[in-house]
């Protein structure tokens, strides 16, 4: 069977997680503590996730590649991940809602105590502290609702189409993560298309803690 080491709260991962949901594939879920450094250095040297397991000692861990070999049909029209518009789309969600969402994911079930302050320790060098992420809050949420004004112009009802695409889990699995944040919520447009991603990806975001 494949194998997913993932982490829970991870767009990337996520990703790999919606695709093989759409195209029904199993595979075994191995949601990794964000302080285990040893599992993914021993698989592929470095510390990045998601890492897909094809088969013993066949590995990736870019999501769009994993992607592209489980749809082996190209159900999912691959190609359409190059699009200019769509990375720059990506870059300013990825900048605003993951400020905004760092400090309420570290105290979802996929965190503990150490795990957490490593995650924190780690995001701080980049972000800078936690706590001037939530006190700047209201700049974040700004930028992203604009970002999202400009998606909603395009859903029709999916991105540029009426069939979901592999574009379509690139956005999907990066919005998710908003749906923690305590004082957004998306408009009836954004979210009757994120939950037909759902739907049709049969994901569910906290699966592995209700087995």
Known sequence: MYKLYHYVHCPFCVRVRMAAGFLALSFESIVLPYNDEATPLSLMNK??????????????????????????????????????????????????????????????????????EYFQTKKEVKRGPFKKLIQDKEIYLLGLEKTLLEVETKLTPFYKGDKLTITDIMLASHLWGMYIFPEFQFSTKMHSYLQEVKKQTSFEYHEDFWN
């Open 47 to 116: 510390k990045m996730l998601p890492i897909f397991e094809f088969a013993e000692g066949d590995l990736s861990n870019e999501s769009l590649d994993i992607i592209k070999r489980l749809d082996v049909n190209d159900l999912l029209q691959n190609n359409k991940s190059s699009e200019e518009e769509l990375d720059s789309l990506l870059a300013k969600i990825g900048s605003d809602l993951h400020s905004l969402c760092m400090p309420y994911w570290m105290f979802t079930p996929e965190f503990n105590s150490e795990s957490r």
